[in-house]
């Protein structure tokens, strides 16, 4: 039997399903944690719609698009280092595993800057937050979401570069092969992971309303 | 070991159709659909979205290609979820359809 199989299991196969089946399990507890966000969401914005629409016109829709983008192209580099590790190229899959956190990086850096920009408009709920026009409080509770949810996003996305990291050094000493690369699948599930709840978080934030100006 | 290898030029067809899924939903959302609260508006958006999800679930994820226990458990998570969504609307929703009982004291 193969070195990289654990003694419980029968072959390779089943211990990939395995890995693969837990992997789910997780991504399940993470889709009902950021389900009550979302449901918290859609209620509040169902109750004060033009706040909500108010306050998203006020997002910046470019750096909004131009980081969906940069995040699907992060995806597309991921599934491309888990095929490079099934056809046991060592080279490609360090190449995408780079271009993967490049990608990421890139993502949080507009995320800060954005960040940035609603710290000097005093867009950051709490003491110092202000906003013209008769909403305010509601205006307050949609930024309120905004950073919550777009918080925990970026949470996820740092911990799965941190992921990336330790996986493109493993990867760098050849550890993964068409027989094991257990760790690349299950990361890349997290990676797309993230990717789905920004692929939902997009139009929901960035993309109410838009069309009365 | 029969590993399932998807061609490159999948993944890259796969990229390509959710940037242009993207350029939609934005484009989308310049013009007014019409519906109450912008119903129409967020029934697009939320469509899109949706199919971008299932792509990425699909292809980048693999699941296409997953024995049956993995479809029942990404099924059942997604389903929990319509759940949790759509049980809390329609009690958000439905406030105020019937006409309540004035209140004591009035």
Not at chain 1, 32 to 39: K, R, V
Not at chain 1, 63 to 76: D, M, P, Q, Y
Not at chain 2, 43 to 60: N, P, Y
């Amino acid at each position: 039997m193969a070195e990289h199989v654990a003694h419980h299991f029968e072959d390779a196969e089943q211990q990939r399903e395995a890995a693969t089946l837990g992997m789910w399990a997780f991504l399940i507890t993470e889709i009902m944690f950021f389900g009550g966000l979302f449901a918290g969401y859609t209620v509040y914005r169902s109750t004060y719609f033009d706040a909500f629409a108010e306050g998203s016109r006020h997002l910046d829709l470019v750096l909004g698009t131009v980081n969906t983008a940069i995040l699907i192209g992060s995806s597309l580099t991921m599934a491309l280092a888990v095929q490079a590790a099934q056809r046991s190229r060592r080279g490609p899959q360090v190449v995408f595993l780079l271009l993967t956190i490049l990608l990421g990086l890139a993502f949080l850096g507009i995320k800060a800057v954005e960040y940035g920009h609603k710290f000097e408009q005093h867009l950051v709920p709490g003491r110092f937050f202000s906003w013209p026009g008769p909403h305010a409080s509601n205006v307050q509770l949609f930024f309120s979401f905004y950073f919550a949810m777009t918080g925990m996003h970026a949470l996820h996305m740092i911990i799965g570069i941190g992921l990336l990291i330790w996986l493109t050094i493993q990867a760098r000493r050849g550890r993964f092969t068409g027989s094991y690369y257990n760790p690349m699948e299950v990361s890349g599930l997290y990676w797309h992971f993230v990717d789905i709840v920004w692929i939902f978080l997009f139009p929901l934030l960035y993309l109410i309303d838009r069309h009365v100006h | 070991m029969d590993t399932h290898i998807l061609p490159t030029r999948l993944y890259v067809g796969i990229f390509l159709i959710l940037l242009t899924l993207t350029a939609a939903t934005v484009t989308a959302s310049f013009f007014d659909l019409g519906g109450r609260l912008n119903s129409a508006n967020v029934l697009v958006a939320m469509s899109i979205a949706c199919g971008k999800a299932l792509l990425v679930v699909l292809f980048f994820m693999h699941v296409r290609y997953s024995p049956r226990l993995i479809w029942v458990f990404v099924g059942a998570g997604f389903f929990w979820l319509a759940i949790l969504i759509a049980l809390t609307m329609s009690d958000y929703l439905s406030r105020g359809w019937l006409p309540l009982p004035t209140p004591w004291g009035t």
